[in-house]
């Protein structure tokens, strides 16, 4: 079965923009909602998407928006959040009460097949509030009754406007030397555009459903090693300071504080104590060949 319609519940931003260009591409019609129509600005020109203004977390916007669609692909996540047990508020409210909402509505409008993001590393015991809610959201989903759901744990998502190597890219504009904490903390960087096709590829693929798939790039690295690419690649490269844990958790709680958000906190330095490279225990999507880093990187971080 072709699906036709598909609602992209967090459509708009940095992976969910690529997704929705590779779904019209195929020639589908893709529904987007967002609280406030300038964050999708850019999904306008694509002549199968619609933007509209709605709060995917309001019963009554789904109860509209669902019978449009025919497939769901859920990408709704947050990385910070106040502390929590066993997860703070904010994850609780993105990645647990979400996933409940979401299945309830498809099981009322009759609507089986989803796609939802996870998170590599994502596990009951994990070693951050955000790893344990994103596997407390997988598990509900996956065993709601009737869905027919398919998950993507992605490591750490590049390509032009990530937040990821951009980030680190503009520190060492700035910084004469870089202090990093979870230095030798493991990656295993994904592109944006392998991200999107594994989802597209999936979408109509019955031997996919059921499956937690892993995407992965072809590489590993530590994050020291990403930071000094970064840098090199934008032309900033400074010298790392890899940190001890005390200081390394005491420079993230300064960064929660940062003004205008956080650029990091203390659960995403404890997300890092589990390497975020592939397990072994998933597979990898059919004819998966992923794009190297160095392919793509110096082009968008050059400018």
Request: proline share 8%; net charge positive.
């Amino acid at each position: 079965m072709r699906h036709e319609s598909i609602l992209l519940i967090g459509g708009s931003g940095f992976i969910g923009s690529r997704i929705a260009a590779r779904l019209a591409a195929d020639g589908r019609r893709v529904i987007v909602p967002t609280r406030r129509l300038a964050r999708a600005k850019q999904l306008s020109v694509l002549p199968t998407v619609r933007v509209v203004e709605a709060d995917i977390f309001d019963e009554r916007e789904l109860d509209r928006l669902l019978p449009q669609a025919d497939a769901v692909i859920n990408l709704v996540g947050v990385l910070h959040s106040r502390p929590g047990h066993p997860w703070g508020p904010a994850f609780e409210h993105a990645h647990v009460a979400l996933l409940r909402l979401l299945a309830r509505m498809c099981a009322r409008h009759h609507r089986t097949r989803v796609l939802h993001m996870s998170a590599l590393g994502a596990s009951a015991g994990g070693p951050s509030m955000y790893l344990r809610s994103k596997a407390a959201g997988e598990q509900i989903i996956r065993e709601a009754p009737g869905l027919q759901v398919t998950a993507f744990r992605p490591s750490v998502v590049f390509g032009p406007g990530d937040s990821f190597l951009n980030l680190f890219a503009k520190l060492q504009a700035l910084a004469p030397v870089m202090p990093l904490g979870g230095a030798d903390a493991s990656f295993q960087p994904v592109y944006v555009g392998d991200v999107a096709r594994a989802f597209a590829d999936a979408l109509d693929d019955p031997a996919s459903v059921g499956q937690v798939f892993e995407l992965v790039g072809p590489r590993v690295y530590t994050l020291r090693e990403l930071v000094r690419l970064a840098g090199t690649y934008s032309g900033h490269r400074r010298m790392v300071i890899p940190l001890p844990a005390a200081a390394a958790r005491l420079q993230a709680l300064m960064l929660e504080w940062m003004p205008g958000g956080p650029l990091m906190s203390r659960d995403n330095l404890d997300s890092m104590k589990a390497d975020n490279v592939a397990s072994g225990r998933h597979p990898l999507p059919p004819h998966w060949a992923p794009t190297p880093l160095e392919a793509v990187a110096p082009d968008y971080l050059r400018g």
